[in-house]
């Protein structure tokens, strides 16, 4: 669960965003300047986080009252077997052995929900991580990482968001992201099986709110970032066929054998967390990412 270091809601000196030319991260820069909130973005172009030998270099940009957003990987999409994976560490060790030299005063990790098991059917913060995949590995042993890094010495909010949707996504991850990139290229969305499998989907600029209030509160602990709204892969497919026109249409494909898997979460953690807290409708959230995708065409 997370917990506030600040009850009142109070402006860091500066948040250091690893990983900042990312999609999730643009928008949380965004929403921090927006708020008038100094932000050092630090990318990979510019400080390649894989290399340990890099640590030293991140330590010397890094100060004490500084809050440290790690949002840092490479994704599925760049590869999904142990080479991805250890670059991934490489870049946790990286970052564990610059806070070592240099602490600051809060860090947020941005996990993801694969740190739990695909089995899992409900689920919550109180759940044992036992990931399927070795990115949702990757992700834990990155949050055990931090956690024996920092230990009490830093406040750690670990954040799990559910599938992130949004304009400017490059991930082409099934779902909202690549149902409307089709239907903007290829007027079809194709969709595995009959889709009745159910997911949360989570629009990227209420992520990034809820991370700038993380920030913002000095928050520790961790928080499942979903909606507890879960929708089955075909009725999210048609929502979006209805935004992008008549003359799209949704198909099937076929999909692998194994069984229909639903996922749901209680969002009532997030809720506590930050009562005033309201996610975009669906609808409006899809219909703003779709105006980016929709140029496409």
Known sequence: MLRHQWPASAKPARVVLLGARGFVATAVRDVLTAADILVEPIGSAELDLTQASNAAQLQARLRPDDAVVFLAALTPDHGRGIDTMMANLRMGETVC????????????YISSDAVYRDEDAFITETMRTDASSLYGVMHASRERMLQAQLGNAV????????????????????????????????????????????????????????????????????????????IAFADLAGEIAALAGPDVEVVSKPRAPGPVLHRHFDPAALHRAFPGFRFTPRGDALARAWAAYAVAR
């Open 97 to 108: 052995r610059a806070l070592d030299q240099s602490p600051v005063a809060h860090a947020v």
């Open 155 to 230: 406040p750690l909010a670990i954040l799990r968001p559910t599938l992130v949707f949004g304009g400017g996504d490059t991930h082409n991850s099934y779902g909202p992201n690549r149902f409307m990139r089709a239907a903007a290229l290829e007027r079809r969305i194709p969709i595995f099986g009959e889709g009745a499998e159910r997911r949360d989907h989570v629009f990227v600029d209420d992520l990034a709110r809820v991370i700038a209030a993380a920030i913002a509160h000095r928050s520790s602990g961790v928080l499942n970032v979903v909606t507890g709204q879960s």
